[in-house]
T-cell receptor, first 112, second 114 residues
Framework: QKEVEQDPGPLSVPEGAIVSLNCTYS??????FMWYRQYSRKGPELLMYTYSSGNKEDGRFTAQVDKSSKYISLFIRDSQPSDSATYLC????????????FGAGTILRVKS | DGGITQSPKYLFRKEGQNVTLSCEQN?????MYWYRQDPGQGLRLIYYSQIVNDFQKGDIAEGYSVSREKKESFPLTVTSAQKNPTAFYLC?????????????FGPGTRLTVL
């Protein structure tokens, strides 16, 4: 069993839809939770970062962490075609951010 | 502009050859990392270095080697011992302050073995 599980998709939605992306994990030592966005043939870029449990909102994006269920989510409101990318969840138990463990990534396609 | 550069963007290698991928950063970061990305598998850590002249194996170090002689440079050599080297290779760097430190990624090198 992988340490971090993420449905690879692809997930296809119409423009304006609310998108929900999720990851589950098995290591209870994870404290730092990240979502990266990766466009085709590019390096990932950090989208959201959350420490421990709770919610964090940034514009159209909301990240949620439920440590009791070992489950994290990323919500995208009013999705746009420019949101079409691969979304990778990543987690770390280390205080200095070393050794991130990544999910497989979910391919999102937003149709105009 | 500060950032991470990787070269070349595309690399072709014949079986049995060693190749070296370049990674340079001008962010003054202490820590640097190499990841491998395969379709449907996310990113897997190959090697990482927290300081000059020191580095540690990640989860899939077999068949790879690195050096860290300068703070800004962390080259990765893919040796002939790596059985399936065709992949997308990503270099990243971060600070080493207390608490969370964001990893910044380069644009990647796509290696294909012919």
């Amino acid at each position: 069993q992988k340490e971090v599980e993420q449905d690879p998709g692809p997930l296809s939605v119409p423009e304006g839809a609310i998108v929900s992306l999720n990851c589950t994990y098995s290591n209870s030592a994870f404290q730092y939770f990240m979502w990266y966005r990766q466009y085709s043939r590019k390096g990932p870029e950090l989208l959201m970062y959350t420490y421990s449990s709770g919610n964090k909102e940034d514009g159209r994006f909301t990240a949620q962490v439920d440590k009791s269920s070992k489950y994290i989510s990323l919500f995208i409101r009013d999705s746009q075609p420019s949101d079409s990318a691969t979304y990778l969840c990543a987690m770390s138990a280390s205080r200095d951010g070393n050794k991130l463990v990544f999910g497989a990534g979910t391919i999102l396609r937003v149709k105009s | 502009d500060g950032g991470i550069t990787q070269s070349p963007k595309y690399l072709f290698r014949k079986e049995g050859q060693n190749v070296t991928l370049s990674c340079e950063q001008n962010l003054n970061h202490d820590a640097m990392y190499w990841y491998r990305q395969d379709p449907g598998q996310g990113l897997r850590l190959i090697y990482y270095s927290q300081i000059v002249n020191d580095f540690q194996k990640g989860d899939i170090a077999e068949g790879y080697s690195v050096s860290r002689e300068k703070k800004e440079s962390f080259p990765l050599t893919v040796t002939s011992a790596q059985k399936n080297p065709t992949a997308f290779y990503l270099c990243a760097s971060s600070r080493r302050d207390r608490g969370y430190n964001e990893q910044f990624f380069g644009p990647g090198t796509r290696l294909t073995v012919l």
